[in-house]
């Protein structure tokens, strides 16, 4: 079991910046690609960015590419988020996920609880 808990979210104006975090504990957490996903209300579920093991490599969405970075430190357990530039229509709850990786939520066997992140206009 992995549990994973996300925080950092808030409210911000267009154009700021929010640092995500999720931390993981239970099984080890360098055994698993990472990846954040958010769902916007009335929306489904969509993928944002995912990183690899060792953190050597990394994916987005087109939507945030050039704007949102993933990193994550396995000697803390912990992947990031940070976000720039923030539009409108990046407000949603924002959820970190862990399993063997792809842009899709079935890839994923475990999930956070959510943290919400608005940017009003």
């Known amino acids: 079991q992995v549990q994973l808990v996300e925080s950092g979210g808030g409210l911000v104006q267009a154009g700021g910046s929010l640092r995500l975090s999720c931390v993981a504990s239970?099984?080890?957490?360098?055994?698993?690609?990472m990846a954040w996903f958010r769902q916007a209300p009335g929306e489904e579920r969509e993928f944002v960015a995912r990183?690899?093991?060792?953190?050597?490599?990394?994916w987005y969405a087109d939507s945030v590419k050039g704007r949102f970075t993933v990193s994550r430190d396995n000697a803390k357990n912990t992947v990031y988020l940070q976000m720039n530039s923030l539009k409108p229509e990046d407000t949603a709850v924002y959820f970190c996920?862990?399993?063997?990786?792809?842009?899709?939520?079935?890839?994923?066997?475990?999930w956070g609880q959510g943290t919400q992140a608005t940017v009003s206009s």
């Open positions: 996920a862990a399993g063997s990786g792809g842009p899709v939520a079935q890839g994923y066997d475990y």
């Open positions: 239970g099984r080890t957490f360098s055994s698993f690609i």
């Open positions: 990183i690899s093991r060792l953190g050597g490599s990394t």
